[in-house]
């Protein structure tokens, strides 16, 4: 079982840059691919982010896609989310997966449902 721990959300005005943060404890970090989900008031949990458990291949949501980059260091066991040019739609909670499932996953999965490990979130607010 891996555990999951978020840090760095707040509120930032529009234009702004935040840098989201996950801590994993508790399994092999550099096994499952990664991956920062998020889910604004109202709407269903989506993908914004997923690196690959080796960190050579990154997946984007065309929302975000220029705009976020995600990291992985496997000596800090830790991700990371560099969002710049946030705009009011970037508002959501922010969440960090981790593809559980199947170590050393060949292919990428998007679904929220694939990833079953989960962290309790950070609330992202952009103000216009």
């Known amino acids: 079982q891996v555990q999951l721990q978020e840090s760095g959300g707040g509120l930032v005005q529009a234009g702004g840059s935040l840098r989201l943060s996950c801590a994993a404890s508790?399994?092999?970090?550099?096994?499952?691919?990664m991956g920062w989900f998020r889910q604004a008031p109202g709407k269903e949990r989506d993908f914004a982010a997923i690196?690959?458990?080796?960190?050579?291949?990154?997946y984007y949501a065309d929302s975000v896609k220029g705009r976020f980059t995600i990291s992985r260091d496997n000596a800090k066991n830790t991700m990371y989310l560099q969002m710049n040019s946030l705009n009011p739609e970037d508002t959501a909670v922010y969440y960090c997966?981790?593809?559980?499932?199947?170590?050393?996953?060949?292919?990428?999965?998007?679904?929220?449902?694939?990833?079953?490990?989960w962290g309790q979130g950070t609330q992202v607010t952009v103000s216009s």
């Open positions: 997966a981790a593809d559980t499932s199947v170590p050393f996953r060949s292919g990428v999965r998007t679904s929220p449902g694939d990833f079953k490990s």
């Open positions: 508790g399994h092999t970090f550099n096994t499952y691919n």
């Open positions: 690196m690959t458990w080796s960190g050579g291949r990154t």
